[in-house]
DNA sequence: TATTGTTATACTCTATAACTATA
DNA sequence: TATAGTTATAGAGTATAACAATA
């Protein structure tokens, strides 16, 4: 926490946050929620990210790297523990002999919603110290923010895509 | 992205991410934002959270690793990095003979700096995405988040502490 | 004895470069 | 030739356990 921006602006006075401050540690809170999560079950943010993926598509390794935006040979070595662990499985590509698909394995499965569970529980409780109408209010305002952002970005916000196209 | 929470919820229809969604997407720009501001100096996150926390306290290893939230052994090599870039510096105390003070040198002092106002700038051109009204509240409201969540928590979330008081 | 910090070691994660096998 | 994937290798980051110096 605590990268306070700018080094021209001296810290608050009062106690309300720089806006910049605020969504930077805001974003470092619920990140460590999910790692925390995620600990708890033995596994690192990269596993989940891989899991979470996975739950709506079986990429070839190649779009896997992408949707990640590692290299090729990152995404085999966290595609290679994961298998390690029972979590995914490669399967080969029908219509072509060069690419690999990987899919959740069930113990992944249960693994990844236990995880996001949890989560979820713990942001939930984080909201609920907003009185209802401002925390539907922080809800829309996020919301709107990503959906502008992402469509100038080209990230589909709500990729829920076509498993097995190949 | 796209951790999904919840393994019950399917994806929302309309344009409206579901609160958590919302806000883990978020966190997930927001953090990238700053990584990439990092990455452009080639430097990482963790050597920009080590610069930070140093930016208003020159603390102990021991304090540094309870501050970072880091085994005492990930702060030596931490800072082993840092100091070998010339980005912090080791001091003796002159009240323990066996704690060691770490403080930013001058480059590490810029480095930062230049890093956190790339990253302001990011996230102010992001809050530009809403109106006026819309960026106050949206502040507002994540303040007011942060002070009852830190509150409870034990975070200073102002800290700008005493140096040396060893 | 307890605490501070480092070292030795091991594992994960990431990237670059070189390689194999298909296309 | 170009693409998909793996392997070899290197470095950052993290943790546990053992250790030296000091309190």
Redesign the interface.
Known sequence: ????????AA??LS???S??D??????????GM?ERRAAADDISIAQ??LL??L??RTPTMNELARILRLDKSSATGLVDRAERRGLVRRMPSVTDRRAVLVGLADNGRSL???V??G??TD??A??D??PPR??Q?????????????AADHG?D????SDPESR
């Open positions: 926490m605590a990268v306070r921006p700018g080094g021209a810290p608050p106690s309300e946050l806006p910049v605020g969504l930077a540690q805001l974003s470092f809170v619920i990140l999910l989940i990210r979470g993926v739950r709506d990844i919603s236990e996001a569970g989560f979820e942001v939930l984080l909201l110290r907003l401002d925390r209010a922080l809800s829309r305002l996020v919301s709107q923010l990503l959906v502008t952002y990230i916000l709500f990729a829920t």
